[in-house]
């Protein structure tokens, strides 16, 4: 069974700054790979997802993602944060194949930006 | 922006009520699922479904869960005797299935049990 780890519950950051959210995985297999984002009274938005090729991937709003397959990692990063990026941010993985597509989310990481 | 539609946004009912939320997913995505987020944020898996045939269910939505997919209407989920412990978040998502395995969510309803 697949696992995921999102070591920080919460971050807070300066806006401008650089955001880096950790997302550790366990699995048997390379799964896909996910970040979503939940801004409040929201449901999950898609960002940007990872299963082969360039291990960096660019998402949506400047976000983007590197796999580390020896680090069984997925880390987000953003160069320079907005005041609209506060929000609830998951990782998450759905093994391959088969018709489920069914994802196993991290806990979250509760973003705050400050001015 | 994803366009999956769950109605009503918020739901408030009694304990041992039936409470039923709807789902329309994306256009062209045959598979659909529901999933429960609580307030810790932990998501919980229901239900999916291909078209109208279920794939996978929990133990749990197999007793007071209900849920389908019925050609040409929305999809449902509907709790038949609600419980304190299911005030939570429901999310319905579809994707494409077949592999392409990207979720795209709702907004969600907000269920709330007195």
């Known amino acids: 069974a697949q696992s995921v780890t999102q070591p920080d519950a919460r971050v807070t950051v300066s806006e401008g700054a650089s955001l880096q959210l950790r997302c550790k995985y366990s699995?048997?297999?390379?799964?896909?790979l996910f970040w979503y984002v939940q801004y409040p009274r929201q449901g999950l938005q898609l960002l940007l997802k990872y299963y082969s090729g360039d291990p960096v991937v660019q998402g949506v709003n400047g976000f983007e993602a590197e796999f580390s397959k020896s680090n069984s990692s997925f880390h987000l990063r953003k160069a320079s944060v907005h005041w609209s990026d506060s929000a609830v941010y998951f990782c998450a993985v759905s093994l391959t194949g088969g018709l489920s597509g069914k994802l196993t989310f991290g806990e979250g990481t509760q973003v705050t930006v400050i001015s | 922006n994803s366009k999956v539609i769950q109605t009503p946004r918020y739901l408030v009912k009694g304990q041992g009520q039936k409470a039923k939320m709807r789902c329309i997913p994306e256009?062209?995505?045959?598979?659909v699922f529901w999933y429960q987020q609580n307030k810790n944020n932990e998501f919980k898996f229901l239900i999916n479904f291909q078209n109208q045939e279920v794939l996978q269910q929990i133990d749990m939505t197999e007793k007071r869960f209900s849920a389908e997919c019925p050609s040409n209407s929305p999809c449902s989920l509907e709790i038949q005797s609600s419980e304190a412990g299911d005030s939570a978040l429901y999310l319905c998502?579809?994707?494409?299935?077949?592999?392409?395995?990207?979720?795209?969510f709702g907004s969600g309803t907000r269920l709330t049990v007195l």
């Open positions: 699995s048997s297999v390379t799964p896909y």
């Open positions: 998502a579809s994707s494409l299935g077949g592999g392409a395995e990207t979720l795209y």
């Open positions: 256009k062209g995505h045959p598979v």
